[in-house]
């Protein structure tokens, strides 16, 4: 469309003008060989996008937290890991996003597989599984407070049974910030593992129940294998969801004690203390703790499956 | 034919009679009579005046609805939550669809990393880059305002688009465009003639998810806003922390709002997407 794309039969005389085109458009040539040529350029405004709104403020976050107001360029880190307050913030994250991120994939697991067949009030099953989406941090914080707090519909039910003589605590503690990640990752957990498992060939488990294998058989050696990639990206994702837990940590949890999460930690440091090196050193650890959890369970998953994952699929 | 018809039926239906099928579904049961409690006690104190040690509050009023809209200045907030989503939506639509395009079609060196780093967004919880983020956005001056919001929900809205685009584009014939190509047509008529009509739905499908996730997005609107360019999402959440100064209905009257804006948003993305296979073939892409 533009000049570099006209080819060069132009009544240039001077040759050497002529051999320049020549060599630009050999040079266009080799290039597109190897895939690359001008429809690239739709790449560059996303690329620009990241490069610009991801990549450089994040190095700048690290470039900060080696820049502590105080000593040397590990002062922050120093900082974070001898200060128990601040050090344990990762234990109570992982104690709260594993166990939670845990739960919903295994529970989504016998659901997803009840549901994968055809059945009657199969879409509204779905749809309602779906709306706690909608619910929001807030809604789910305040429900969960005036439903399971100490004259709440779950103890008033529980005493007027009489399971139990005293209300349980299920509010402003641990419990209160699980039961909200399991409120919102659960349907996220379910809808994904649901769509790997409708993705495998249901032949494949009818030509091994054919060979006599019974559903335990069937479902330890086909089914798992094939799901196993596609179990660890839903970990994965809830695991993300459970982990970034900021709002309802604070809502329903008690979030100066067993529910301190990292992100209270890090948005404190920004926001109340104004110490952004210290900010950007939690974000950064923050990062790094997720990112090894997510690298050691795809890991784990690639040392056991790979040869299952390459076929099968219908 | 008949009678294996039969049988077939009456096995599956011993199948579901199994006592491990009833447990499944007993504990589907208890959590969805615990999620119904959860949002019942939410909707039905919004509703509710003088509830106490009751199991039900003495009186109903609307009156926390009128309350709310008023004290929060929700109209303004939704309007902000209307601008900022939208914007993001459009400018997330048009960087993304091209780049995706790209994504899907061709190979050239550095596909793969490239792909990795448009991954990555998705992959980080919001507040790791949020921070450093928002800090770069108070540097220049865009945070506080609508602009700063915009930017910052765009980092995860771009990757998301490309994402799910891509096995939208991959699914259209590559010989169509060949044909148009053949037809004299360019890049630009391509994808104004061809591509923009064929792609339709899966941009609808994109549009509507980022504009679900945008509007449920806390982390980076809270980082970035300003007084006044705070969404519902961020609204509530101030209203609920500062808690004591408000009635605690009239919070949860805003949070019924906010819950039923989201629910239509989320039917009418149901209606152009199905979630289960959108991920299905994502996935097939990421791997």
């Not at chain 2, 199948?15 to 447990?23: D, I, Q, T």
């Amino acid at each position: 469309m533009s000049a570099t794309a006209t080819p060069p039969r132009t009544d240039d005389p001077a040759p050497d003008g002529r051999s320049r085109v020549g060599t630009r458009v050999a040079l266009r040539h080799r290039l597109a060989e190897r895939g690359i040529d001008r429809q690239l350029l739709l790449l560059v405004p996303a690329a620009v996008f990241i490069l610009v709104l991801f990549i450089y403020p994040f190095g700048y976050g690290v470039g900060l937290s080696f820049q502590p107001a105080e000593g040397g360029p590990f002062a922050a880190y120093q900082e974070f890991f001898s200060d128990a307050y601040l050090r344990d913030t990762i234990w109570t994250t992982l104690k709260l996003s594993l166990p939670a991120a845990l739960l919903n994939v295994a529970a989504s697991v016998p659901i997803a597989y009840r549901m994968r067949g055809r059945f009657r009030g199969k879409r509204l099953l779905t749809t309602v599984l779906v709306v706690p989406i909608t619910l929001g941090t807030v809604l789910t914080a305040q429900g969960l407070l005036n439903f399971l707090g100490p004259t709440g519909w779950f103890n008033r039910t529980l005493l007027a049974v009489g399971l139990t003589d005293d209300p349980i605590r299920l509010t402003n503690n641990y419990w209160g910030v699980f039961f909200s990640i399991v409120i919102t990752g659960f349907p996220f957990a379910f809808l994904l593992v649901l769509s790997y498992l409708s993705g495998i060939d249901p032949t494949l488990e009818r030509a091994a129940a054919t060979l006599g294998a019974n559903w335990w058989q069937r479902f330890r050696r086909i089914t798992l294998p094939l799901l196993a990639p596609g179990l660890a990206t839903t970990f994965c994702l809830t695991f993300v969801l459970a982990f970034s837990v900021f709002p309802s940590a604070i809502l329903v949890g008690d979030p100066a004690g067993t529910t301190r999460v990292i992100s209270i930690a890090a948005y404190d440091a920004a926001y109340v203390q104004y110490d952004y090196p210290m900010a950007a050193t939690i974000a950064v650890l923050m990062g790094l703790v997720e990112l090894l959890v997510i690298a050691a369970v795809l890991g784990w998953r690639a040392l056991l499956y790979t040869g299952a994952t390459a076929g099968g699929k219908g | 034919m008949t009678s294996s018809g039969t049988t077939l039926a009456r096995r599956r239906r011993r199948l579901v009679a199994r006592p491990a099928a009833w447990l499944i579904w007993g504990v589907v049961a208890f959590f969805f009579v615990n999620l119904a409690g959860v949002i019942g006690s939410v909707l039905v104190s919004s509703f509710g005046n003088r509830w106490f040690d009751t199991w039900f509050p003495q009186e109903f009023t609307t009156k926390w609805y009128g309350q709310s809209w008023q004290e929060f200045g929700l109209f303004q907030v939704l309007v902000v939550t209307l601008e900022v989503s939208l914007l993001v939506v459009g400018i997330s639509v048009l960087v993304g669809v091209p780049a995706a395009y790209v994504l899907a079609r061709r190979s050239f060196p550095g596909r793969r990393l490239l792909y990795l780093l448009f991954l990555l967004p998705i992959l980080m919880p919001p507040i790791t880059y949020g921070i450093p983020l928002a800090t770069v956005l108070y540097k220049y001056g865009f945070a506080g305002h609508l602009s700063g919001v915009v930017l910052a929900n765009l980092v995860p809205s771009v990757p998301f688009v490309i994402l799910t685009m891509t096995p939208f584009i991959e699914q259209i014939d590559p010989a169509v465009e060949r044909a148009a190509r053949m037809c004299g047509a360019g890049t630009r008529q391509i994808f104004v003639r061809i591509l923009a009509p064929l792609l339709t739905p899966g941009i609808l499908a994109a549009s509507i998810l980022v504009l679900v996730r945008t509007v449920g997005m806390f982390e980076l609107t809270f980082l970035t806003a300003g007084p006044d360019s705070q969404t519902l999402v961020v609204a509530l959440y101030y209203s609920m922390s500062a808690a004591g100064i408000r009635a605690q209905q009239s919070i949860d009257a805003m949070a019924v709002m906010y819950t039923a804006m989201m629910l239509v948003l989320l039917v009418i993305a149901l209606r152009f997407v199905n979630p289960t296979q959108l991920v299905a073939r994502v996935r097939e892409d990421v791997d």
